[in-house]
């Protein structure tokens, strides 16, 4: 740290966009310029970490100190639902209040706000201010005559039920506050209306106990970066997952699928706030979502089914959209949710968003070419094939993908062929390509294209010694397993003669190639270490 | 060593079969007890390091000093072919001198016997006292008549001439002698004689300064044990091969090619006195008597090239029954260099001499397998195949070998198919098996008995869980390649629930396998490293 201190903030971020500390600097820094010269700062910041609660709090609160109320609404409407952080949201409800509060008409507003966050952030163990609050809103609303008035007592009373079942710290004071509240509106029935639920309130103060117990240790406050496989890291996760897996275990015993459901999903919006870089994590958030809509369905709650279901797909929306926006995996297993739902055009939408904005589109071409398939047949997966075939940046992936199509769905390993025999002219000089072309040919038991191809590859001038390599290799595979005695000799003789170069003098390199079989080989593994042999471990792809 | 010592050197060869100093302090003991005692001690020391011309000469060494002779000559008939060790031979040389010099009807073998010792190790840098002692053995002959007076000298000169053409130690001395020899047989012509010869022998001490340099590090005592990967170790490698790629350069200068490759090969014979358990190095001492065989019948040189093509087949056999014995690489190496000479019925032996004396015969059986189709046919490889599935030491490995030659060599599918469905019930449980069978069906585009194989496996109640992953595994990237969107999902979800055991939520993991293709990945490695997805450096074993 002493030695980071003397580089600026500013060079830090540029080495490492992810500096934590430094962005925490320049925000001190900012928090003490007049906002319109913070402004493109704070941009950055929220840019750079679209879902820090901390982050988006502090931008928005230098705005309403400005008195900025119409940009601070704005921001709050681009964070509130994506970020359900719940000092942030905290924050959000104070503003209404304060700002709106007194106004008879938007009271309404205010109201549905607070009802807005107890189904938001009502499950987080902290939210115990905003129940205190709404029911302060709800109280100091005048109410006229008599039914006014048991509307606003079973409102009052409403919100003290769910505050009181819920774990969250200060819960004792709510509590007392509740049995209060009881008395003042009927000291004859508070009794036993108290005693009702004491026994429950005492299963929640358990329940709070073990999650005080299982937040020990966690870091709320941590700002989602790229996992850098740290221990630190790991002890994160590791802990959000035991809380994870305490939430599932349904501590509180609700009989309500979706009570159980939302404190789950809201356990794992709040670790993806800090652990926003984990695909698995999303992912596994994900499956928890269909695997309780299957599980509410199968119960007949048709309605929270689908609720869940919708946020499922705004889940991965959320995911694709902020940080898990280059990892293909998500985008991947969002498109196969959708699929799986019937609805073919945004999970078509998915594949081609993710082939324009990416690099290196090829896997999501294949992706998108088997999907097609899946839905219209080959004859459409063909024009993908097409496509991705026309596409710059498309690799020899593709080639392989449209061969084993044809091959596989078609039966047909002369159109297979056609279109290795294309990639080859493209493609002759990278070693997996022409691996599996050769893979392919094997397999058909075509041995005379098989060579063919091989002889091809090793007479073109500008053939690189990997790809050298890995041809006399294969082509001495195949005399050993189809050979006769001459073939195979002079093929090995060949090999040792264009390979001497590669390796030296070490032959016995060579004849290990000779006599293994699979996973047999033909001397120890020490052995072969010690003489340079390294396809042992060398990862084999094939066309499979 | 201060804590090895309070161990019996017993107790750790016990523990280390291979512990050079624990028998070395068994051998100090053992010189100094009667020989009748120590013998069984001898016995297990050269038994344990059969190459180790140090031991058999204390073991020789120590039966002379109890003059028994006889015992003596018979340990010098065990050892001095194979184990081409100086000292050894200078022991053997000084007892035949000792005890049969004198005896002028022995006189001839003596002579035979330094004749050999030159022809063995006469290029050794430590030979200038075998060739001393043989002039002066010569010497002390005594001749009748001019005849023998001149065939005597001639002999002698012959000998020096050898001898001072050899770079050796102590040849200054030997040039001394020769330049008096000379002079004392001819005092005209010496001067002529010694002349022609000097340009030669300057250039022979100039090799002799470069070979002791080269030679600077090497320990030429060190005992054969098998390889540890040790540094010092390596260097003594790296210290031999310098050597070796040294007398490949000719630095003799030699025209004649016999000469230059019998000293590079008495160097790869010493390195393999210290090295005998690397297997390359065998290896490539029998490339090269190959390649200068090759070269000899080109120049026309017929008898050496035939010479030295006998000295490879007895260099395998002297790896193959010493430090190689455990080490098939040779064996088949040896088998293969038999085939090429069609010495078909010694190729033979050695894979069933293999066969016989392995634990795991499969590889064995399958080069015969292979070997044995090449000379004769699939007819009689079948026969092998046979021998081989009776062979309860066999692996699964030998019907995976059996199908594959009927699939690629016959073109038969369905024998090969008979042949995976008949190992099925062997090997139902070995996913290496299970997974080629299934490989096969897929490359013959046999989706169905794709399917109802994997399924067959999975329903069979005694699966064990590698397996049950690995088909779960193979059946979705069946589904993902060639089913409908049904089928997909179908078997997707199948494999999530038979899997959550295995996996337990970490339901991101299903989902690599659903979206990879060959090397892409749908996401970084550092994801998948993280998530706990470690098949990107699993070793995939395909039927390639």
Redesign the interface.
């Known amino acids: 740290m002493s030695n980071a201190s003397v580089i600026s903030p500013e060079r830090r971020i540029e080495f490492n966009a992810f500096d934590v500390d430094a962005w925490n600097l320049l925000l001190r820094e900012s928090s003490a310029r007049p906002i319109d010269t913070a402004r493109i700062f704070y941009e950055k910041l929220v840019t750079q970490f679209p879902n820090a609660g901390r982050y988006w709090k502090a931008y928005i609160e230098h705005e309403l100190r400005a008195k900025n109320y119409d940009k601070a609404e704005a921001l709050f409407e681009r964070c509130i639902f994506q970020v359900l952080h719940i000092d942030l949201w905290k924050s959000y409800l104070h503003y209404l209040k304060l700002s709106k509060g007194h106004i008879i008409s938007m009271r309404e507003k205010v109201a549905d706000a607070f009802e807005l966050a107890i189904d938001r952030v009502g499950h987080d163990i902290q939210a115990a201010q905003i129940y205190q609050d709404y029911i302060q809103f709800l109280t100091d609303v005048e109410a006229q005559g008599q039914y006014a008035e048991n509307q606003k007592v079973s409102a009052i009373r409403k919100v003290y039920l769910r505050a009181v079942a819920t774990p969250m710290l200060n819960i004792e004071t709510i509590w007392q506050a509740y049995c209060d509240f009881e008395k003042s509106v009927n000291i004859n029935l508070a009794e036993k209306l108290v005693a009702d639920r004491v026994k429950d309130y005492q299963h929640v103060k358990k329940v709070l106990k073990q999650m005080e117990l299982l937040m020990q240790g966690i870091n709320r406050q941590a700002i989602s970066v790229p996992?850098r496989?740290t221990q630190a890291e790991q002890k994160q996760i590791d802990l959000w997952r035991k809380l994870i897996?305490f939430e599932k275990s349904n501590p509180l015993r609700s009989d309500e699928v979706g009570l159980k459901a939302k404190r789950v999903i809201y356990t794992y919006d709040q670790a993806l706030l800090s652990l926003g870089y984990?695909?698995?994590i999303w992912?596994?958030s994900a499956?928890y979502h269909e695997k309780i809509v299957a599980e509410l369905r199968e119960r007949g709650d048709m309605k929270t089914a689908e609720t869940i279901e919708r946020e499922t797909s705004k889940l991965y929306s959320r995911a694709t959209s902020g940080l898990m926006r280059n990892?293909?995996?998500i985008h991947?297993?969002h498109a196969?949710f959708e699929?799986?739902k019937g609805r073919y055009d945004i999970a078509t939408k998915i594949y081609d968003d993710l082939i324009e904005s990416n690099d290196d589109p090829?896997?999501a071409y294949?992706?998108l070419m088997?999907f097609i398939r899946?839905?219209k047949g080959v004859r459409a997966a063909r024009k993908v094939f097409e496509r991705a075939r026309g596409d710059k940046r498309s690799?020899f992936?593709i080639y392989?993908?449209g061969a084993?199509?044809e091959?596989?769905?078609i039966?047909d390993s002369n159109i297979a062929q056609k279109i290795f025999d294309y990639g080859l002219k493209k493609y002759g000089n990278v070693p997996?390509f022409a691996t599996?072309y050769i893979?392919f040919l094997?397999?058909?038991?075509d041995?005379n294209n098989t060579r063919g191809v091989i002889e091809r590859l090793l007479e073109s001038p500008d053939i690189s010694n990997e790809l050298k390599i890995e041809m006399w290799d294969r082509y001495l595979?195949l005399e050993?397993?189809?050979?006769?005695?001459a073939s195979?000799?002079k093929v090995d003789h060949a090999r040792r003669q264009a390979l001497n170069e590669a390796y030296d003098?070490?032959?016995?390199?060579f004849?290990?190639d000779?006599?293994?079989?699979?996973?047999?080989?033909?001397?120890?593994e020490?052995?072969m270490?010690?003489?340079g042999y390294n396809k042992?471990?060398r990862?084999?792809?094939?066309?499979?």
Not at 480 to 485: L, N, P, R, S
Not at 539 to 544: A, C, M, Q, Y
């Open positions: 996992p496989g897996v984990h695909a698995d992912y596994e499956v990892t293909p995996l991947f297993a196969d699929e799986s090829t896997l294949i992706m088997n899946r839905i690799k992936h392989i993908a084993m199509m091959f596989h769905c039966k997996e599996a893979d094997y397999h058909v038991n041995e595979d050993t397993q189809v050979g006769d005695a195979l000799r003098d070490r032959q016995a390199l004849l290990v000779r006599f293994k079989f699979l996973n047999l080989w033909p001397c120890s020490d052995q270490k010690l003489m042992i471990s990862l084999s792809s094939t066309t499979g």
